[in-house]
């Protein structure tokens, strides 16, 4: 089960049921929640952006240690794929409102 709830005005609770998931995929899945509140709350310029990129990057490694591709048949590297399908998107998005393109 997966739960969202908040105890008080300043506590918000994510529960996450680990049980599918293998012990990298839960190091991966705490660090990208720290890396999300180290945004969240950044106060000084340099550290925001370089929090903001590993974030990003973080957000990488949790889709290629998934585990639908494991459970994927056939030699179609769907990790790389759903990558490059969510950047292109991604900078659609930005693209759409006027922002730098960022594909390699």
């Known amino acids: ?3 969202v709830t908040q ?3 300043s506590d918000l609770v994510l529960r996450v049921e ?3 998931l293998t012990p990298k995929q839960v190091r991966l899945l705490k660090h990208a929640h720290t890396l999300l509140v180290h945004v969240l709350v950044a106060e000084d310029e340099d ?3 370089e929090a903001s990129a590993q974030l990003l990057k973080q957000a990488v490694q949790l889709i290629k240690h998934s585990n639908f ?3 994927a ?3 179609i590297p769907y990790g790389d ?4 399908y969510a950047v292109e998107e991604l900078n659609d998005t ?3 409102s006027g922002h730098v393109n960022i594909d390699n």
């Open 94 to 96: 930005l693209e759409a």
């Open 47 to 49: 550290e925001y952006f």
């Open 69 to 71: 591709p494991e459970d």
């Open 81 to 84: 794929q759903a990558i490059e």
């Open 7 to 9: 105890n008080t005005s």
């Open 1 to 3: 089960m997966h739960k």
């Open 18 to 20: 680990t049980h599918d």
């Open 73 to 75: 048949k056939g030699a």
